[in-house]
Structures are given as C-alpha cells and as structure tokens.
C-alpha cells in the first residue's frame, strides 16, 4: 500500500507545532475574501471545519507515526549517497530494558521513533554475562556453541583458564560477523567487541579499522573515529562496524539499577548518539545507515541480605571451593572425575529444600544436561557438570562474612525481564515508528548477513527471522 511522503521523508522532524501552523496556514488561504454580511455566519463555520481538519490531519499522523501495522510497512528505501550498504552495530553494556524512561533521551528516542524497536526489549542468551552475549550477537550462536560459556573459565582439555583478555582463537569458536564480512571481500571495523581482536579467518584485526579493548578511550574518541571511517572514499567506507560503550553496566555494578548515577549515565550514553546521528546528518549518511543500538543484558539490584552459603550444606555434603568455576549469578560447580555429579546434585537439592537452609528455596542446582532446554546450556565441554539457577537478585557464596553490601548485578537466568537489554534499529532497512515483540539476540548475525547481502555461516538463529523485522528489497 503506498506510503504517506512523511513516512518516506528523511527523519527531521515533523512536530505536531510545524503540522499545526501548517494547517493554520492552509485554512486561512482558503477563507474567501470577506464579505461583511455572511461573515458573522462562514467564520465560525470555517474556523470549525479547519480545527476538524487539523484535528484529523494530527490524528492520522500520530496515528501513522507510532502504529506498528503492516500498512506502514513498505520496501527498504533506496540509498542516497553510500554505494553499498553499512550496518552499524552499537552496544551499551548492561542498557537494561527500561533505562530510556529514567531520563529524557531525545537522541535514542529519535532511532525509536523513526526505526524499529522491540517494544518489550532484546532478549539476552543464558548465562546474561557480557561476553556470552556479546559474542552471541555477532555470531547467532548460543555459548555453548560459540565457545564463550562465562567471562572467565576454564577449559578441561585445554587446561588454562580463559580470561576477557583472552585473544587466542582456540577459545572464540564460530563466525563473527567481521570474519563473514571480510571473507566476503567487503571491509569491516571494529571499535571495541569482545572477540574482535582475535584473528579468524580472513580477519587479521587490522590497525586501522581495528581497536584493541582499552576501557579508558573517552566515549567522544569512539564515537569521532567511526565518523571518521565515513569521510573515506566510498569503496572504503567499512559495511560493518562495531562501537561499544562500557556503560552504564559500570555504574549498575556499583549501585544497582535505581539509582541517579544510571540515570546520568544513560543521559551521557544519549549524548553520545546525539553526537553520533549529528556526525552522519553532517555527512549526509545518516539515512543511508542501518544503525542497531542495543545492549547484551539488564541488571538488577543485589544487597547482601540476599544470599546463600554452600557451607550451609555441609551437613548434606560438603562443597569445598575449589569444585566451584564461578558462584553468582551463575554457580557452575566442577566435582572431581571420581564424584558423580548427580549425587552432588541430589544432595545439594536436599539440603536446599529442606527450609534448614537459609534462602535455600532461591537456588536449584542440576546436572547441565537437565537444565531447561530453553537455556541452551549443556553442549560443551566447557561448561561444568553442575549448573545452579539463582532466584532475580540473589547470590551464591562459600560462606557468610561481615562484607556488606548493595549493588547491582546480572548472569541470572535470561527469562527475568530485569535482564533484557534493547533493540533499535534505524535505517533504510528498518520501518519507521514499527515495534516488534522481543526476540532472542541470537537473531541478529543472520540480521545483519540479510542487510549486508552476504551468505551468512550457519547459527542457531532463524533463517525466516529477518524478514519478520526488515524491509524486503525493492
Ligand atoms: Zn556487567
């Protein structure tokens, strides 16, 4: 069905005053010269029909605006001044579903107006930790199947631990999209992902399109080096890009998801895209970019009267630390080869359901095979043989001591609203003001292959998945 031109126009900005005096005006050219006598008469009636009028006009475009329905939906538009097209992928680490209400955020609310959002947030992978997620999104892998099971663990047969400054590909298993992408002859950049200083395939990291993970970059340089990539000749314009910033998970680890230091944070992380949107209109490119604004989880709030001890299990069977790979919000538990893990596993339930131990009814362990399919968490060595499931909020530790305190935290299981994260998207190949319901982030590397017009590695996301979410082609 056709589409009404504003829908078509380039963002800026139809706000309800320019629409106003617009039809203000509109009515007014149409008033007959007048003739004294009818006036008294014609001017109420005039003026009537024109406020219906306008009335109506503002109605059907709010209504077209911020309707999700098909009929608004149309074909990719056309680029203006890029050759080819460019996805730019952003994080926002721990950007919790919800967080673009605590302030006002004109930038990010104008990729939602004017792109596609999931209405109720981006769905994290189990377990809700920052570089499971993050690999999971440029790889449409879950853990298990792209390697990165934990921000630190270790590997039974490779026999050293895998830290986040990890770089050697042994560890990063799949595809990440700047490998397909680069495989395919195009040229990719990265501004900070986890994994993308590992050399796969035909990607080598390159200097200069590249960045090797340094926290301390202030946001601006970030943001000043992707607008730069635009101001190279248009064949060597990157069509994938990265740009990660580290907050406000920093903040929410510190103080938890409530507090004025998030809504801060999040009001700099908008200025970051307003400083982002303003370099591409200043090029010309920013209608012709398919930007993805998204964060990898949420966060919720954990104070230490939350807890559970494993030496409160002693007397079912003693759980000494160094069987433990992690505690919270992920307990994953690595017995010696001579224990049977489900003898672990139906003691330590035991003793956790008996209500002799304090919050025990917060925490249930299993062997990894019998976790919940949905969580995908059992194909890999990698992941221990004993897996615990910790209530939103609640921490694991060995035993109790007179630390004290409240912060936040995320890794809990992916089907707690508090750890969805959000997805936008904005651009040629995303439907202005559509919202979709939430979708795992697996969902995103065959996503960015369809934008791109590149055959894709296999993944654990669905093939039919981006054309419930993209324009089709013209
Ligand atoms: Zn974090």
């Known amino acids: 069905m056709a589409v009404p031109t504003k829908e078509e ?11 106003l005096s617009f039809d203000t005006d509109d009515c007014s050219t149409s008033i007959p010269p007048k ?37 608004i939906s149309h074909v990719s538009r056309p680029l203006q001044k890029l050759k080819h097209p460019v996805v730019l992928l952003i994080s926002s680490d721990g950007f ?11 930038n990010i609310d104008r990729l939602i107006r004017n792109g596609t959002e999931a209405e109720l947030g981006l769905i994290p992978v189990f377990p809700t930790l920052t570089f499971p997620n993050h690999y999971a999104i440029v790889t449409g892998l879950y853990p298990a199947y792209h390697g990165i099971i934990n921000n630190i663990f270790l590997d039974p047969n490779i026999r050293e631990p895998f830290t986040m400054a990890s770089y050697d590909p042994k560890w990063w298993l799949g595809e990440p999209l700047w490998e397909t992408v680069v495989n395919h002859g195009l040229k990719a950049a990265t501004y900070f992902w986890p994994g993308s200083e590992v050399n796969k395939g035909g990607w080598t990291c390159p200097e200069s399109l590249c960045k090797i993970y340094n926290g301390s970059v202030p946001f601006e340089e970030r943001v000043d080096t992707v607008l730069n990539y635009f101001d190279l000749p248009n064949s060597e314009i990157p069509s994938f890009m990265t740009l990660y910033f580290g907050d406000p998970d920093h903040q929410g680890h510190k103080v938890g998801p409530d507090d004025p230091q998030i809504t801060e944070a999040i009001a700099r992380v908008d200025g970051m895209i307003g ?38 299990l002693a007397r079912w069977i003693k759980i000494p630390k160094d069987w433990i790979q992690s505690y919270s919000p992920l307990l994953s538990i690595r017995p ?25 009814q917060y925490l249930k362990v299993y062997v990894k095979e019998e976790l919940p399919d949905r969580l995908h968490y059992s194909e890999s060595d990698r992941i221990p043989p004993i897996i615990g499931l910790i209530d939103e909020a609640f921490k694991v530790e060995q035993k ?3 630390r004290n305190e409240c912060g936040g935290s995320h890794g809990y299981d992916n089907a707690f609203f508090s750890m969805r994260s959000i997805f936008i998207g904005h651009g040629p190949k995303f439907a202005r ?9 697996v969902q995103i590397y065959n996503m960015v292959t369809t934008i791109l017009n590149i055959q ?6 669905t093939s039919s998945f981006p054309k419930t979410i993209l324009l089709p082609s013209h």
């Open 9 to 19: 126009d380039e963002d800026p900005p139809i706000s309800s005053t320019s629409l």
């Open 35 to 71: 003739p004294p006598f009818s006036s008294v008469i014609f001017t109420p009636l005039i003026l009537v029909t024109c406020v219906s009028l306008s009335t109506a006009i503002i109605f059907a475009y709010l209504f077209f605006s911020h309707s999700s329905v098909s009929f």
């Open 96 to 106: 919790r579903f919800g967080y673009q209400y605590k302030t006002d955020t004109p």
């Open 275 to 312: 400083k982002l949107i303003q370099g591409l209109e200043a090029r010309g490119v920013f209608e012709d970019v398919n930007i993805i604004m998204l964060g990898d989880h949420g966060m919720v709030g954990t104070c230490d009267k939350k807890l559970i001890f494993l030496e409160d």
């Open 336 to 360: 010696p080869p001579s224990y049977s893990s489900k003898d672990v596993v139906t003691k330590m339930n035991e003793g956790l359901k008996s209500g002799k131990v304090k919050n025990g």
């Open 400 to 402: 109790s001591s007179k």
């Open 433 to 441: 003001g559509r919202k979709v319901p939430s979708f795992e982030n």
């Open 456 to 461: 894709g590695a296999s993944n654990n996301g």
